[in-house]
């Protein structure tokens, strides 16, 4: 996805300033394809970075989002998770254990544009049951 380049220049190539919490975040995200939650990412790496806050990772998040570097999901009821992914693809979420699966696609889904001229920025497609696992009774 991005392996070519390292993630200070993937960050100035969205307009972020990379600084070390920054850095960090977008790292996470990018090795975690969990697709975490703000409180996740913070738990996380508070060990690694002391003087890191919980605002920090959620402006860091909000920024990322608003820049196209990550992308919010607000497919699971217990909160908003994120993923570093920002490529063509959709979700499905699990009610059964709570797992948020990457779903994707041979080619682009071509969803139809809503009426009333309005300008569309985003769409996103999400899915919800239960995934493999939890219908063949795994734990794992």
Not at 86 to 98: D, M, W
Request: negative net charge.
């Amino acid at each position: 996805m991005y392996s070519s380049v390292n993630t200070g220049e993937l960050l100035r190539q969205y307009g972020i300033r990379p600084s070390v919490q920054r850095v960090a975040v977008m790292d996470y995200l990018l090795a975690h394809r969990t697709h975490p939650t703000a409180e996740e990412i913070y738990e996380a790496l508070a060990p690694q970075i002391p003087t890191l806050s919980k605002t920090t990772v959620y402006n860091t998040l909000s920024l990322l989002v608003e820049r196209g570097a990550a992308a919010y999901i607000a497919i699971d009821p217990r909160g908003a998770r994120f993923d570093g992914d920002t490529s063509v693809h959709g979700h499905f979420f699990c009610t059964e254990c709570g797992a948020l699966h990457d779903v994707f696609f041979e080619q682009s889904p071509l969803l139809p544009e809503p009426e009333g001229g309005h300008a569309v920025a985003c769409a996103q497609i999400y899915y919800r049951g239960i995934c493999a696992d939890c219908r063949n009774g795994r734990d794992d």
